[in-house]
């Protein structure tokens, strides 16, 4: 039994909440009770019962305007300089009297004037960072949250560029996808909203402005790689989990290096896992062409099958059919709720349009699914027999082909390797080799 002071507290979206008392609390022999609302499932010939999808229709669009209401309010004052964020840059604080108003943390601050001091000197990032990091200068989650963390070159950098040091706000740099889905998504730079003169400064405008015109604040290109590797991306330090790099050596020979050390070498987090990478791919090559040596194509061709399938259409086809028949089911009930004046014409109208309006965008939306679903069917079946004669010869291997075959390999310290692979029970391995 699931009882709820009223019908919004089981879920404000109403095709979840029809999900549940139209199917899976009858599927699972669930009574359900709303006390203000009267409704309990249980109960025969209840006309509390009826009127639950259109009650659940109304407290949907009560969020979905509330939304709406506290965006408007939120936005009005971001363009007023007024703060509304949660955690603030490092160097200031929010005003114990204004929650809206930052003041300078004076202690953060020192920190502050010293990246911009170092920077404005010439100094590169690099040698900053090691300078916090070896005179042990608390970052920001040690200082407010007694975690241990180190500089990073990122870190700094974006110090360097923020005008928030110079007094001014910058917000709405990330928003909601919608009310219904609470993920953060990246806005356009023409969508931020930038206040001047909100707060105390920590730099001075002339100091920050000779710091962005230096070449370690100005945005960059990553020249192109002279040199790529097979094994491009899949190898994983086992000790620090962080990426594993290949750099060139004397006499053409390559070496791998764990990304980690590399930048923070002076902390002794991690080791250099400095081994030979041509020793190496020799040794995953010779070991793929041993497990591919009497594989049964048909079985590694439903293998890759049943992994490589990036979307599962048939799950979003399933639900777009429910979706669908729950709104239909609530259109329904409304007009014979309208029918029995138990609502006026006038809202049903209004709602009924609402709803009328989503079944047309859902059921374009499942044409179309059904439509990618076809085309993934038929374009796969000639990709993965090209696949599965690529896997068998591995005459002219890519990265391409190894990261379809792999999917990390992890680089022990001492020079044990774990090969993680896409298949499962491939040949005994159970999608595992240690070499």
């Given at each position: 039994?699931?009882?709820?002071?009223?019908?919004?507290?089981?879920?404000?979206?109403?095709?979840?909440?029809?999900?549940?008392i139209?199917?899976?609390?009858?599927?699972?022999?669930?009574?359900?009770?709303?006390?203000?609302?009267?409704?309990?499932?249980f109960?025969?010939?209840?006309?509390?019962?009826?009127?639950?999808?259109?009650?659940?229709?109304?407290?949907?669009?009560?969020?979905?305007?509330?939304?709406?209401?506290?965006?408007?309010?939120?936005?009005?004052?971001?363009?007023?300089g007024?703060?509304?964020?949660?955690?603030?840059?490092?160097?200031?604080?929010?005003?114990?009297?204004?929650?809206?108003?930052?003041?300078?943390?004076?202690?953060?601050?020192?920190?502050i004037?010293t990246?911009?001091?170092?920077?404005?000197n010439?100094?590169?990032?690099?040698?900053?960072?090691?300078?916090?990091?070896?005179?042990?200068?608390?970052?920001?989650?040690?200082?407010?949250?007694?975690?241990?963390?180190?500089?990073?070159?990122k870190?700094?950098?974006?110090?360097?560029?923020?005008v928030?040091?110079?007094?001014?706000?910058?917000?709405?740099?990330?928003?909601?996808?919608?009310?219904?889905?609470?993920?953060?998504?990246?806005?356009?730079k023409?969508e931020?909203?930038?206040v001047?003169?909100t707060?105390?400064?920590?730099?001075?405008?002339?100091?920050?402005?000779?710091?962005?015109?230096?070449?370690?604040?100005?945005?960059y290109q990553?020249?192109?790689?002279?040199?790529?590797?097979?094994?491009?991306?899949?190898?994983?330090?086992?000790?620090?989990?962080?990426?594993?790099?290949?750099?060139?050596?004397?006499?053409?020979?390559?070496?791998?290096?764990?990304?980690?050390?590399?930048?923070?070498?002076?902390?002794?987090?991690?080791?250099?896992?400095?081994?030979?990478?041509?020793?190496?791919?020799?040794?995953i090559?010779?070991?793929?062409?041993?497990?591919?040596?009497?594989?049964?194509?048909?079985?590694?061709?439903?293998?890759?099958?049943?992994?490589?399938?990036?979307?599962?259409?048939?799950?979003?086809?399933?639900?777009?059919?429910i979706?669908?028949?729950?709104?239909?089911?609530?259109?329904?009930?409304?007009?014979?709720?309208?029918?029995?004046n138990?609502?006026?014409?006038?809202?049903?109208?209004?709602v009924?349009?609402?709803?009328?309006?989503?079944?047309k965008?859902k059921?374009?939306k499942?044409?179309?699914?059904?439509?990618?679903?076809?085309?993934?069917?038929?374009d796969?079946?000639?990709?993965?027999?090209?696949?599965?004669?690529?896997?068998?010869?591995l005459?002219?291997?890519t990265?391409e082909?190894?990261?379809?075959?792999?999917?990390?390999?992890?680089?022990?310290q001492?020079?044990?390797?774990?090969?993680?692979l896409?298949?499962?029970?491939?040949?005994?391995?159970?999608?595992?080799?240690?070499?």
């Amino acid at each position: 039994m699931v009882i709820t002071k009223d019908l919004s507290r089981l879920g404000r979206n109403y095709i979840e909440t029809g999900e549940y008392i139209e199917n899976w609390f009858p599927e699972q022999n669930v009574r359900y009770v709303s006390v203000t609302d009267g409704i309990d499932t249980f109960a025969n010939n209840n006309g509390n019962n009826d009127i639950a999808p259109f009650k659940s229709i109304l407290n949907d669009m009560y969020s979905k305007d509330l939304s709406k209401k506290i965006k408007t309010a939120l936005s009005t004052m971001q363009r007023q300089g007024k703060w509304v964020g949660g955690k603030t840059a490092l160097g200031y604080t929010k005003d114990p009297n204004d929650k809206n108003h930052l003041i300078i943390c004076k202690e953060e601050a020192e920190t502050i004037k010293t990246i911009f001091n170092m920077a404005v000197n010439g100094n590169s990032i690099n040698l900053i960072k090691n300078y916090l990091n070896e005179n042990d200068i608390p970052t920001a989650n040690r200082l407010r949250y007694n975690k241990l963390s180190f500089w990073e070159n990122k870190t700094i950098k974006n110090i360097l560029t923020n005008v928030v040091y110079i007094g001014n706000t910058i917000q709405n740099k990330r928003s909601r996808i919608s009310y219904k889905n609470r993920k953060l998504r990246t806005n356009p730079k023409e969508e931020w909203i930038i206040v001047e003169n909100t707060h105390e400064p920590i730099i001075d405008k002339s100091t920050f402005d000779r710091v962005q015109k230096m070449s370690i604040s100005q945005k960059y290109q990553r020249n192109e790689k002279k040199n790529h590797y097979l094994l491009e991306g899949l190898l994983i330090c086992y000790e620090c989990k962080h990426k594993i790099g290949v750099k060139n050596g004397k006499n053409s020979h390559r070496y791998m290096v764990c990304n980690y050390y590399r930048k923070n070498s002076k902390l002794g987090l991690c080791t250099s896992h400095g081994f030979n990478y041509d020793t190496l791919e020799e040794q995953i090559l010779q070991y793929m062409r041993e497990v591919f040596l009497n594989i049964d194509s048909e079985k590694l061709k439903r293998d890759i099958e049943n992994n490589k399938t990036k979307y599962d259409y048939n799950i979003i086809l399933r639900r777009l059919k429910i979706e669908i028949r729950l709104t239909q089911d609530n259109l329904d009930k409304m007009y014979i709720d309208k029918l029995n004046n138990k609502i006026s014409e006038i809202m049903y109208e209004r709602v009924s349009k609402k709803l009328i309006q989503e079944i047309k965008e859902k059921e374009e939306k499942y044409i179309k699914t059904k439509e990618l679903l076809e085309d993934e069917s038929e374009d796969n079946g000639r990709e993965i027999e090209k696949t599965v004669k690529e896997f068998l010869s591995l005459n002219n291997p890519t990265q391409e082909l190894m990261k379809v075959i792999i999917n990390r390999i992890e680089v022990h310290q001492d020079k044990q390797i774990d090969i993680f692979l896409n298949f499962r029970k491939l040949r005994g391995t159970n999608g595992y080799a240690k070499i």
